[in-house]
């Protein structure tokens, strides 16, 4: 059982690359995770807030889509959100059966507060790409994902 198996070269470079994928998605999850804690944020919670602050008031269902969320996690952290005094939820005076959410004053201050600090973090965890780097990046992303 000392025999390291080899699954064939495009097999090596496939497992490899989701290893650094992975690891890179691990390393900024618990960099966000250790900012977010300071401020008793759930990664899930600064995604409502962020898109609120930059998109403004918007239906339960658009928030969902708009943070790849599901909506069973969204029932809660909408519910929390709320309790924190962080967003208000209100009636869509169009259709009574749809949730509208908007961030309250308090929860204006408090992303307008974090984000900075999350644009700082993300700026030196990526330094070691130059922005053509970042760019390139990007687009095998959006190939990787079939964009």
Known sequence: MDEKQNYGPEN???LHMIIGLYRSYARLNRNTQRLLSQYNLT???FGVLEVLYHL?????GDVIAKTL???GNMT????NLVKENWIRRTVDP???RISVVQLTETG????ETVFPQHLNELDKMLANLDLADKEQMIQLLKKLNGV
């Open 43 to 45: 990664l899930a919670q």
């Open 56 to 60: 403004g008031p918007m239906k339960i």
């Open 108 to 111: 204006h201050q408090l992303i």
């Open 69 to 71: 969320s599901t909506s």
């Open 76 to 79: 809660v952290v909408i519910k």
């Open 94 to 96: 169009m259709d009574g």
């Open 12 to 14: 090596e470079l496939n």
